[in-house]
């Protein structure tokens, strides 16, 4: 079970769909965690003294950004090196509630490293001002990109033959030089959906409305 993050709801629902990052949340067993009203609450459900015990003393040791060892007290206890603390932004004003819910959230990064839980995790430390932070956090652990704006939906994907052929064929499809990436008109969304299905299944996307699983 994942360490201090949400756990997202399943959905088969396209990107386009899913709701806002601060909506997913839920109930396992052992150990979960919910965001409520910005703040991130620990509730331990049926468990032992023992395993409440061993939460409490999980201690970080790779950094949740570069996920490099931690070697000091005070980065094994934020969970972040001082070089990424410098680079991306740790340390950003920001009020002390959005602080104390952001330290939390990078010490749960650093201590899960992958998996969706932790792209969630970068998606509320978006919306509590840590934009640089999230996006090195995001950027080390999605695959998919996908960016709506006014000229459209953008799309970064590793490359695979089969895949690049199929986006050829949605119409509206142009490569864009400058930004590396195909791009597509947003009456093409189904057509995307489809062909980011047949190929990227599984893979971790960060898209307009937060990350998500392609399932």
Not at 43 to 53: G, N, R
Not at 115 to 144: M, W
Request: aromatic content about 8%; some cysteine.
């Amino acid at each position: 079970m994942p360490y201090g993050v949400p756990a997202p709801t399943a959905s088969a629902a396209p990107w386009w769909a899913l709701p806002s990052p601060a909506d997913f949340g839920g109930c396992s067993s052992v150990q979960h965690v919910t965001l409520e009203i910005g703040t991130i609450k620990c509730l331990f459900m049926d468990a032992t003294s023992d395993e409440k015990a061993r939460a409490i003393r999980l201690v970080a040791t790779s950094c949740a950004i570069c996920a490099r060892p931690l070697r000091d007290s005070i980065s094994v206890e934020a969970g972040i090196g001082p070089e990424c603390r410098k680079r991306y932004g740790y340390h950003v004003d920001v009020p002390p509630k959005f602080r104390a819910e952001a330290n939390k959230l990078v010490h749960a990064i650093a201590i899960n490293q992958t998996g969706l839980v932790v792209l969630k995790a970068a998606d509320r430390l978006r919306e509590l001002g840590f934009a640089k932070l999230a996006e090195a956090v995001s950027a080390k652990r999605a695959e998919v990109f996908i960016i709506q704006d006014e000229k459209g939906i953008c799309v970064k994907a590793p490359y695979l033959e089969e895949a690049t052929e199929a986006f050829r064929r949605i119409p509206g499809r142009k490569w864009s030089n400058d930004e590396k990436a195909n791009r597509f008109p947003v009456s093409a969304k189904r057509e995307l959906w489809a062909v980011l299905r047949t190929f990227y299944l599984g893979s971790l996307a960060v898209g307009p409305q937060g990350s998500f699983e392609i399932n």
